[in-house]
């Protein structure tokens, strides 16, 4: 595929975006962590709020599948060859993070869990209701969304395609509330499916918008005062825990916000600091750190049980346990993850990019 460079505008801001929404949640589950320590400080809504980054990266991955989608005038890619590369981005380096679970376990430093094969068969393809991994959950997400979208790619159309997958989502909502209460009924009925189609729309009017060479109306600082206001929801909606807030409010006090934040990065360009240039390299590395950061969060899970360390205030000690898990997601990344997916690539067979180009061309995302 060629990429024009305007193609390239508000790639860097989704990179730096995606780094900004795994630290987020780095965050939130240390600060949950911490809450076991005498030495606890952290307010519930500070807690909560880092779960929100969940949400960004859902927008941010309707708009990107859009985008790497429809951008090409010689029409989509078939719903196979889309598939394929989208599963062996997900599934390579998750099978070596539930393989690192199990191997604990087996060692047992997880002696409270139990994994019967069901549970990890169904975790290992990513069905609802079967966790190896804490994180996962959202994987789960991720699969059901490509699936549904990749089926619409028949049509070969960006409009027919954004409808399709939009009612597909809604039509399925509808049947998981009429199922009977089985974990795949709840995920179904779930509307967290509906930050995917978010992005889907932002990235159809993205490049409507774009194609008709207008300059991008949301400004990067409308990002700041969007995450504000995601920041400190959890002050003003219930929520039962710190895990995150109930699903339907959280739609609108954190769905809607994403949708903000994605579209006031899309004009930000090449990185000019040493900070911008690092956190184009963290969102190139948010996969890896968003998964293994839950094995150090097992470590510091383990040390809040240690008296001394309980006792210490916790504010250094966050800091110190984010910092290691920010580390250990970049080595991941570059020593395990490229590597293991550059592996997989050139293993697997070889698959035509596109399908036969179309009579009429389909909307670019940019120029």
């Not at 719903?79 to 989208?86: E, S």
């Not at 008709?212 to 504000?228: F, K, N, S, T």
Request: glycine share 6%.
């Amino acid at each position: 595929m060629t990429i024009k460079q305007s193609d390239h505008v508000e790639l860097y801001g989704i990179q730096m975006l995606r780094a900004i929404a795994a630290l987020a949640v780095v965050v939130h589950h240390t600060l949950e962590e911490s809450g076991g320590a005498i030495g606890k400080f952290s307010p519930d809504w500070l807690t909560t709020s880092g779960a929100s980054g969940v949400d960004i990266f859902f927008v941010i991955s309707g708009f990107i599948m859009f985008h790497v989608t429809f951008r090409d005038r010689r029409g989509p890619p078939t719903p196979g060859t889309f598939l394929f590369r989208r599963a062996t981005r997900i599934y390579p380096f998750y099978w070596l993070c539930c393989l690192a679970v199990l191997t604990i376990s087996a060692m047992g430093f997880l002696a409270s869990n139990h994994y019967p094969a069901r549970t990890i068969a169904g975790a290992l393809i990513l069905l609802p209701g079967n966790a190896l991994l804490g994180t996962a959950w959202t994987l789960v997400f991720e699969m059901y969304f490509y699936l549904l979208f990749a089926a619409t790619l028949w049509a070969r159309s960006a409009t027919l395609s954004v409808i399709a997958t939009i009612a597909a989502i809604l039509c399925l909502q509808v049947a998981g509330s009429l199922m009977p209460a089985t974990a795949t009924a709840k995920f179904l009925a779930s509307p967290l499916s509906l930050e995917f189609c978010f992005g889907l729309v932002l990235g159809y009017g993205y490049a409507a918008w774009t194609r008709r060479e207008r300059a991008w109306p949301v400004p990067p600082v409308m990002a700041l005062v969007a995450m504000a206001v995601m920041a400190v929801v959890p002050l003003f909606v219930a929520h039962d825990a710190t895990t995150s807030l109930p699903e339907l409010p959280r739609i609108a006090a954190w769905g809607l916000p994403a949708v903000v934040v994605v579209a006031s990065v899309l004009t930000i360009g090449a990185p000019r600091t040493a900070v911008a240039r690092f956190l184009v390299l963290l969102g190139d590395a948010s996969y890896a750190l968003y998964l293994t950061h839950a094995f150090v969060m097992m470590g510091y899970g383990w040390l809040v049980k240690i008296p001394a360390v309980s006792r210490l205030p916790q504010q250094p000690v966050v800091i110190l346990i984010v910092i290691i898990a920010i580390i250990i997601g970049l080595l991941a990344h570059l020593l395990v993850e490229k590597p293991l997916l550059g592996l997989v690539r050139r293993l697997t067979p070889a698959r035509p990019a596109r399908a036969a180009p179309v009579d009429q061309p389909l909307p670019e995302v940019a120029g």
